[in-house]
């Protein structure tokens, strides 16, 4: 079924392979991430941003050419960021989230950790510098680090970390590429049109360590975590639900076999 997933076995020596998004779920919610990695019972998922994956890859093909050229992109000059798009052979296989990613094995917890970046660029200096491209349609576009998701900001992190860990010198500092869209034309006429902004973020991983410590602790635990328990978050509504769900088909079940 759609919503099965690759389950973590305990007794197994085997290395386990984490996504990137499930450490996500880890963070927000250690019940659901139990019930997605030991039963392979996920989440919802919700629906598929197709305008944004295009944004996405229309942006991987400008940021392209100037990787091909060794070239600053017009954005790096408009915002002072002295660097270039990083040319590797392995970007291809860097940005493919689904199959490979950029990965590392985290030898303490025995865990394969990857993620699929949207781009790297490079420094003078040889530091790479983690960067990543949203699409949105906001009144007020992003323009500051308090403006991003929580979500986004552990996303950089993870990247930072996961290059960190292949040996890289990964500047503190990410960013992230903003698409807004324009809504204010008169008329539609077949066009998009967005406004681009550059918004820097200084990441810190620190934290990433002792969440895969937790997390494996977690899996290798045959009790069910208590409802709503998150790393550093708060309540969780997918938990709720489920909960409030189950008391109501409870009651119905129970009367209708009166």
């Known amino acids: 079924m759609a919503w099965k997933s690759k389950t973590f076995d305990p007794k197994s020596s085997e290395p386990f392979t984490l996504s990137r998004s499930k450490i996500d779920t880890f963070t927000e919610c250690r019940r659901c991430s139990y019930l997605d990695l030991r039963f392979g019972v996920k989440r919802p998922s919700g629906p598929s941003f197709t305008l944004n994956n295009a944004v996405d890859e229309l942006f991987k093909k400008e940021f392209d050419v100037h990787r091909a050229n060794g070239t600053k992109h017009p954005l790096s000059e408009k915002y002072g960021v002295d660097a270039v798009p990083f040319k590797d ?47 949105t349609s906001k009144k007020e576009a992003p323009t500051t680090a308090d403006d991003l998701y929580p979500s986004y900001k552990k996303q950089i992190e993870v990247y930072q970390w996961l290059f960190r860990q292949n040996g890289f010198e990964v500047s503190p500092t990410g960013y992230f590429v903003y698409a807004n869209g324009i809504t204010d034309r008169k008329a539609f006429d077949a066009k998009l049109e967005f406004d681009i902004n550059l918004v820097a973020y200084t990441g810190d991983d620190a934290w990433v360590e002792p969440m895969l410590g937790e997390l494996k602790e977690t899996l290798m635990s045959d009790e069910l975590p208590s409802v709503g328990t998150a790393f550093g978050g708060g309540p969780c509504d997918f938990c709720t639900y489920r909960e409030e769900a189950g008391k109501v088909l409870w009651k119905y079940q129970t009367k209708k076999k009166k």
């Not at 094995?105 to 781009?119: A, F, P, Q, V």
């Not at 790479?128 to 949203?134: G, R, S, T």
């Open 89 to 135: 052979d392995r970007l291809e296989e860097w940005r493919d989230a689904l199959r490979r990613g950029i990965k590392t094995h985290h030898e303490k917890t025995n865990l394969i950790i990857r993620g699929g970046i949207d781009d790297v660029w490079t420094t003078p200096s040889g530091e790479l510098i983690i960067v990543d491209y949203k699409a």
